[in-house]
């Protein structure tokens, strides 16, 4: 491996513009994915010892070393290189280097696209152990890998000469298996399942090659590691179920499964001694989040597959689209909030729940955030599921496509409002001249168009937000004390046209089609494309792309920008317009009032003013950041770093890479700095 050093970290100016590639848009989040970390006990925000920065994935760091007056002297400390790149295998054409490191001491953990584990000195980068789970290469979907979870424990037996993995290190392959290593070597745990392995896909019937993993750290709760897995979209009814399950951290055995069935629905018999699994359920793929007090896991589960049908459902989609609180212990179904009824959208919950305390009537209480891909931010009290604030049912409109049906009515947020346009409108056309502005207002007026939940029809209906949404994985991040949440969101959308079995589209996809899906044993193919005018630029009205604070004290937001510039979106063309554009990753806040972020298309990590919105600093990156960004202080010398990897994504385009990237700031800083000259974006869009 290589280890790179520099002092250089400010990057060029800023953006610049590529309009074909934001065809890509919504295509990025074709491979739903995610699930979270939560285990070590690290000293609560001096360290980063699981996937969201605690087990309630609040991403927040108590550190004030890196503040608003001194962050424009970040410099690269160190970058580090995993050798993980497309080309590096054969059969591998697109990966999402997408991982968020995790600390334990002075050990940094992660994981890379193509299921390899590393362990690299917090100070220095320079690498102890790497591990390769020599996957098998499955399927064409994006490889990718968020992070790994640990657990901090005594060895399995102390007394034997050479003792079996204490702090073990949890990671899953692309090949669905989950793996235990030794944190301390990099050895598998031979006392964990098969070698070190437990094979995923027991239990799942038959799984087609690539249809599922996990894509994201599982979750360490007590002595358990709790797994979900991502399920190809839109592939075939019937899929593989989206079974939660707990193994055992020690030897792998099975704890507990939570099969997300409707109440009362009977479990299916064991066959061979090997517990088995309802298909075509619910999957979670995002970010679990941990209540430890309350011995609580609260799973975000996305919808069954395919997502554009569900006449074939019959009831199996009561935990779709649904916040579900588990028993940790037991794996008990505690409580379920539904966010979309009956998703026929992929509206599934693709961020981590945000666990904070509401202030509301003079108590605090325990309360869980959660954001979606329709821009409606829910605040329900985490020990009940119930909304802290009301939430209306609101008629919505209704399918025409036959042997569908659709909700009558779908859940509206009060407080905060939604965060996400409610329609868009053929007078809303964006165009850069007035041909594809027209071309985009004719397209927007011809296509079915009823706002939020307009379903999919058989003459194409658009749907806004897209499937990228909105929120995404990366989340939100929560400052506690000046009761900030801080999200970037999504404005893009999409077209969707059911094409009948009968004489229909073979799959295919196209430059800028996102593809026909099979949507195999329904009536119907499903065609998703990203709503663009005839230069590929997207037909709504910018920003396309946004970073907000929400005040959870009065529900407003308190300011927002534009997000992501077109720099490095047009070859030798080198102009970076802020339009703000999709992006992919999330932020991180500090307690000295600074929100990190990468994410954008244009590969920087930025610095942000958390209370104005205004940015302080960016720093070139090596390749896209489509990930979320860490900050921790040294237990060697008490520096605090942020780090991010820098690897970009194959579905949204941007640079690959393979770097790990450490910022920190000079070793010999003057104490008093004065603040920082800003590069301010405007202080609200005019959503």
């Known amino acids: 491996m290589r280890i790179s050093f520099s002092t250089s970290a400010f990057g060029p100016s800023d953006l610049r513009t590529r309009t074909a590639v934001l065809a890509w848009v919504c295509a990025l989040i074709w491979n739903g994915f995610a699930i979270q970390s939560a285990g070590a006990e690290e000293p609560l925000g001096t360290g980063w010892p699981t996937y969201g920065g605690d087990p309630g994935g609040a991403r927040y760091s108590v550190l004030s070393q890196i503040t608003p007056a001194n962050v424009e002297r970040l410099e690269v400390a160190w970058t580090y290189h995993t050798g993980d790149i497309p080309g590096a295998h054969p059969e591998v054409t697109k990966t999402a280097f997408q991982a968020t490191p995790i600390l334990d001491g002075d050990t940094l953990y992660f994981c890379s696209p193509l299921s390899r584990a590393f362990a690299l000195d917090a100070e220095t980068g320079r690498e102890r152990w790497v591990f390769d789970a020599a996957p098998r290469i499955e399927g064409d979907m994006t490889k990718t890998c968020r992070g790994v979870a640990l657990w901090r424990g005594e060895r399995s037996d102390p007394g034997i000469e050479t003792p079996v993995c204490g702090a073990r290190v949890f990671m899953g392959t692309i090949d669905a298996r989950l793996v235990a290593l030794d944190a301390e070597t990099g050895a598998a745990c031979a006392d964990f399942g098969e070698g070190g392995r437990v094979d995923l896909r027991v239990g799942l019937g038959d799984v087609v090659p690539g249809e599922m993993y996990m894509t994201s750290p599982p979750t360490v709760i007590g002595d358990v590691v709790v797994t979900g897995a991502m399920i190809r979209d839109n592939f075939r009814m019937n899929a593989p179920g989206g079974v939660i399950r707990a193994f055992d951290v020690r030897t792998g055995a099975l704890r507990w499964a939570f099969d997300p069935v409707p109440p009362g629905t009977p479990s299916l018999a064991s066959e061979g001694g090997v517990r088995r699994f309802w298909r075509g359920t619910p999957n979670a793929w995002s970010i679990f989040s941990v209540d430890l007090e309350r011995g609580l896991v609260f799973v975000p589960f996305g919808n069954p597959s395919p997502d554009f049908f569900g006449g074939h459902r019959e009831g199996f989609d009561y935990y779709g689209s649904s916040v579900v609180a588990l028993d940790g212990a037991t794996g008990e179904a505690r409580w379920r909030f539904q966010t979309v009824h009956h998703d026929l959208w992929d509206y599934d919950l693709a961020s981590q729940p945000t666990l904070l305390e509401i202030e509301k009537n003079g108590l605090m209480i325990p309360a869980l955030a959660q954001p979606t891909k329709m821009g409606h931010l829910f605040l329900l009290d985490r020990e009940t599921g119930h909304p802290i604030y009301p939430v209306e049912e609101r008629a919505v409109p209704q399918t025409d496509v036959p042997g569908e049906t659709s909700a009558p ?31 985009c207002r004719d397209r927007i007026a011809s296509l079915r168009n009823e706002g939020i939940f307009t379903p999919p029809s058989l003459g194409g209906s658009i749907q806004y937000p897209g499937v990228a949404g909105g929120s995404n994985w990366g989340g939100a991040a929560y400052d506690p004390g000046r009761r900030l949440l801080v999200l970037n969101q999504n404005f893009v959308a999409q077209v969707h046209t059911l094409i009948a079995r009968e004489g229909g589209a073979e799959p295919r996809r196209a430059a800028r089609h996102m593809g026909v899906s099979p949507q195999t044993g329904t009536p119907f193919l499903i065609s998703q494309e990203v709503l663009v005018s005839p230069f590929g630029v997207p037909c709504v009205p910018t920003p396309w792309g946004s970073l907000m604070a929400i005040s959870l004290e009065t529900g407003e937001k308190v300011w927002e920008i534009p997000f992501g510039s077109t720099r490095d979106m047009v070859p030798f063309f080198p102009i970076g317009l802020n339009f703000g554009l999709p992006s992919m990753g999330g932020p991180i806040v500090t307690a000295s009032g600074l929100v990190f972020i990468g994410a954008s298309m244009d590969r920087y990590l930025r610095a942000f003013d958390v209370v104005s919105g205004e940015l302080l600093w960016r720093g070139r990156l090596p390749a896209g950041g489509q990930a979320t960004p860490m ?32 910022y920190s700031l000079p070793e010999s800083l003057p104490e008093s700095l004065p603040q920082s000259p800003s590069e301010p974006f405007p202080k609200a869009s005019s959503r």
């Open 631 to 662: 900050t921790y202080r040294s237990p060697r010398s008490g520096r605090q770093f942020v780090v991010i990897a820098a690897g970009g994504h194959g579905t949204l385009g941007t640079k690959s890479g393979d770097s790990v990237v450490a």
């Open 409 to 439: 009515t779908q859940p509206f947020p009060t407080f905060p409002r939604p965060l996400h346009p409610p329609r868009l409108r053929p007078e809303d056309a964006f165009g850069f001249t007035p041909y594809d502005r027209g071309a």
